[in-house]
């Protein structure tokens, strides 16, 4: 069996990528389908809100990170055994019905919490399935040298998604109330499909491909491909530390610190939006250089640089001082998260794309979340100083493993 990295997508023409009509139409319908998880989720949380105490509100919306922990290496099995595009349109239809039921629910009646939190656990089963798929599908519509140039356009879709989903989340709630919000998210997920459909993706080679065995089966041959690769097997350690280091002080931890600031919500919303117009700039140098050299190194000096301004985050006392912190913190992690992300596809084997991926983000997207709880009974103790920098060691341990392991420090982009 072949172990070989991603293929070449058989119909390029050695375009850059953001020329190529291909990836333009799967990064449309990429923003779409981001815009549409931005509305649902704001959607959700006004529902939550609306129906019960906060504290249940936020149990509602973190409802989604356990399954996505529980059963996204089994997407990463999907993914591979019956091909990213295939799980992606499956998916992506199975989350727009799943929404569009909910604002049904809202029209015919007023659903409790367990309702909505009902709906909360099933969109996480379904996001265990399409994220691991999602992230192994642009490797298989463009050439592996445009790998760091892709996950740019990817980066500049999710922080355009940010700008727009947030005010039409707004709208549709003013409009419509939470069903014609809930509606107006089934519909952006929904117009991802017909351009998904115009995808092309590049079939494996028939030495590349292998025969079904029992799912178990194949989550251990994924497992054992990460564990012997020298590449891969450091770079998912460093990727899990960076992601459990980072997720929480600029997620919950964030909100606190605004909170004991006294900034109130729009001085928070200016940091937040200082993270976003870096990583954005971090996303938009990527996908007009196209490539970094020596990209692991300097993975490794970005995240360390995220990780020192995300412990200097919670000393700064002012708005501003804070939105420019921030803005270093979006540039340096973007562009450290980017790299990471574009080195695991390139140095997957084929036939192990879905699984590497949902090893790799897992923390990320199911386990991280799940901390929140911890990072709020921590701050309650000791403050939002020590919490931060705690968390800041645990991300900067990921530039340490990248940085002690020569195959990994030595890793290049195609």
């Keep these: 069996m072949s172990t070989t990295a991603v293929p070449v997508v058989a119909a390029a023409d050695d375009r850059p990528a953001h020329r190529d009509p291909n990836v333009l139409r799967w990064l449309g319908a990429y923003l779409s389908g981001a815009v549409g998880d931005n509305v649902y989720y704001i959607a959700l949380s006004w529902a939550a809100v609306q129906s019960g105490t906060p504290a249940q509100a936020g149990l509602v919306t973190a409802a989604s990170a356990l399954p996505r922990a529980l059963l996204m290496l089994g997407g990463g099995v999907l993914a591979d055994r ?3 595009r295939r799980v992606v349109l499956g998916s992506t239809a199975a989350r727009s019905a799943l929404v569009l039921t909910a604002a049904v629910l809202l029209l015919a009646t ?6 909505l939190g009902a709906v909360a656990v099933l969109f996480g089963v379904v996001d265990a399935v399409f994220l691991p798929a999602a992230g192994s599908l642009p490797a298989r519509i463009t050439a592996r ?4 140039r892709v996950q740019g356009m990817r980066g500049l879709g999710t922080r355009l998604a940010n700008v727009l989903g947030g005010p039409l989340g707004g709208l549709g709630v003013a409009v419509g109330g939470t069903a014609g919000a809930f509606g ?7 117009v991802s499909l017909p351009l998904l459909l115009t995808v092309r993706v590049a079939a494996l080679p028939p030495d590349e491909r292998q025969e079904r065995r ?14 012997r690769h020298p590449v891969l097997r450091p770079l998912v350690i460093a990727a899990a530390l ?12 964030l909100t606190l610190l605004a909170q004991q600031r006294g900034w109130g919500s729009a001085g928070m919303g200016w940091v937040l939006a200082g993270f976003g ?7 938009l140098l990527l996908t007009w250089r196209g490539r970094i050299p020596r990209a692991a190194v300097v993975a490794a000096a970005t995240n360390l640089v995220a990780a020192v301004a995300i412990a200097a985050l919670a000393q700064v006392p002012s708005v501003a001082g804070a939105s420019g912190v921030a803005a270093l913190i979006g540039v340096s992690a973007g562009l450290s998260g980017a790299l990471c992300g574009a080195l695991v596809q390139a140095h997957a084997g084929a036939l192990y794309l879905g699984r590497v991926l949902s090893v790799s983000t897992i923390v990320g997207f199911g386990v991280a979340p799940l901390t929140f709880p911890v990072i709020g009974t921590a701050v309650a103790a000791w403050g939002t100083g020590p ?17 002690a392991v020569r195959d990994l420090r030595r890793a290049e982009l195609p």
């Design 242 to 253: 960076s992601d459990l280091g980072f997720v929480g002080p600029m997620n919950l931890g």
């Design 82 to 84: 019956y091909g990213p």
């Design 145 to 148: 040298g445009q790998l760091a």
């Design 387 to 403: 919490v931060f920098a705690v968390c800041a060691g645990v991300s900067a341990l990921a530039a340490a493993v990248v940085l």
């Design 214 to 227: 029992a799912p178990l089966a194949e989550l251990r041959d994924g497992l054992r491909h990460i564990r």
């Design 110 to 115: 007023s659903p409790g919490l367990w309702a």
């Design 277 to 283: 117009t870096g990583a954005g700039a971090a996303s």
């Design 184 to 190: 107006l998210a089934a519909l952006l997920v929904g």
